[in-house]
Structures are given as C-alpha cells and as structure tokens.
C-alpha cells in the first residue's frame, strides 16, 4: 500500500522560504510522476507541479514557477517543494500526491496516456 | 491553460437521490479528465480516471462519462457518507494540470 508522509514548518514569515517534503513508502520514487498541489482556505485546487525522476522532468505551473522548485531525494524515498518569497497569498493546505498512468490501446497503433493522481498526502497546513 | 468549470457549485439532495455534477472544458480534451472526492477536512480521493473508469473500492453508485468538453460525475443513489466537494480536473497534454472549481454536495 503506498503512503505518502508530510512534514514541514506550519508557519513562515513573509518574505521567506518554505520547504516541504513528501516522503514515499510502499513504491519507489524513481517511478511515476511525483505532484504538489495546494488549497488555499475554502477554496478549490491549484497544481503547483510535479516531477518525473527517471525521465529528469520537472513541470511546473507557469502561475508559480518564478519561485517553486521540485526536487527528488532517491536515497530517502522523498521529494520535496520549495517556495520562496512567500506572501499572504501562499497561505493554504499544501498535499503531495502520486501522478501514475494507465495506458490503454485504443487501436493497434495508438494508446492513450491517462494521468490521474491516485495516493495523496494528508496535508500540511501552511500559514504565511 | 485549459480551463475547468463545474455546476453547480453547490446543491442539497436526500439520501437515494440521483444526482449529476457537470464539468466543462475549455476546449477538447478527448476523455482526458478525472473526478476527485474531498470530504470535509481531508485530502481529496480519486474517484474516476478517464472519464469514466472508477478507480477501485469505489462504490458503483458513481459513474462518469462524457467526451471531448462536456462531462457528468453521476451519484446514482445519495449515500450520508457522499457528503463532500466534488473536483474534476483535466490531464490532456498541456500544463498546467487544472482542477474545476468544485461541486460541494450537501444531504437534505
């Protein structure tokens, strides 16, 4: 069964760097494609980005890629999130989570990639 | 970026109740969407991946269907523990991923 644990500070000043990590038992990091995605209070989902470790890609939301950086940690099973510069607006619930793919043959030449996240993390509440 | 909307943002139905959550998208992307669960102060669950295939020990009250930009998440009996905010979100090809703006569902 994979598991996904959050840690991280739950407080940060303005101005500041948080960094988050995301460490994975019951798979292996160097598979799939590793996600954060946060919830700012009563609002709905942003994705932030997500990285893929054996294929060295890193994909990141145009809206924060200016001050996001995704990294992966194969020796401990961990990837982590930062985010500098922080303001008011960074406030929310931030969750890793595990993209994997179903690939399905559509004709004998061509299958579909579907991308879905299916594990995620309970969360890590971070106030700005 | 692909925009994701959903109605409505909100309804109340009684438990065994039919009911159906739209989500559009902003251009065509095939059945390249998934519909999440979120209860109330936890993490969101996958709940269907492409389009309408339900990811396991989902109940099969939930179905999904729809192609290209228009797409129905369908409860087909309300359950008290389907009490919840509804997401879809679309995984085409481009980045970013973008998730709908939600669906809460309230019981009567």
């Known amino acids: 069964q994979v598991q996904l644990q959050q840690s991280g500070p739950g407080l940060v000043k303005p101005s500041e760097t948080v960094s988050l990590t995301c460490t994975v038992s019951?798979?292996?990091?160097?598979?799939?494609?590793w996600s954060w995605i946060r919830q700012p209070p009563g609002q709905g989902l942003e994705w932030i980005g997500h990285?893929?470790?054996?294929?060295?890609?890193?994909n990141l939301n145009p809206s924060l890629q200016s001050r996001v950086s995704i990294s992966v940690d194969p020796s401990r099973n961990q990837f982590s999130l930062k985010l500098i510069s922080v303001t008011a607006a960074d406030t929310a619930v931030y969750y890793c989570?595990?993209?994997?793919?179903?690939?399905?043959?559509?004709?004998?030449?061509?299958?579909?990639?579907?991308?879905?996240?299916?594990?995620w993390g309970s969360g890590t509440t971070v106030i700005v | 970026d692909i925009q994701v909307t959903q109605s409505p943002s909100s309804l109340s139905a009684s438990v065994g109740d039919r009911i159906t959550i739209t989500c559009r998208a902003s251009?065509?992307?095939?059945?390249?969407l998934n519909w999440y669960q979120q209860k109330p102060g936890k993490a969101p669950e996958l709940l269907i991946y492409?389009?309408?295939t339900l990811q396991s020990g989902v109940p099969p009250r939930f179905s999904g269907s729809g192609s290209g930009t228009e797409f129905t998440l369908t409860i087909s009996s309300l359950q008290p523990e389907d009490l919840a905010t509804y997401f879809c979100?679309?995984?085409?090809?481009?980045?970013?991923?973008?998730f709908g703006p939600g669906t809460k569902v309230e019981i009567k």
């Open positions: 492409g389009a309408f």
């Open positions: 019951g798979a292996s990091i160097t598979n799939d494609h």
């Open positions: 979100q679309q995984s085409y090809s481009d980045f970013p991923r973008t």
């Open positions: 990285i893929y470790y054996s294929g060295g890609n890193i």
């Open positions: 251009q065509g992307i095939s059945t390249f």
């Open positions: 989570a595990r993209e994997t793919v179903k690939i399905v043959a559509k004709t004998p030449k061509n299958s579909y990639h579907y991308y879905f996240m299916d594990v």
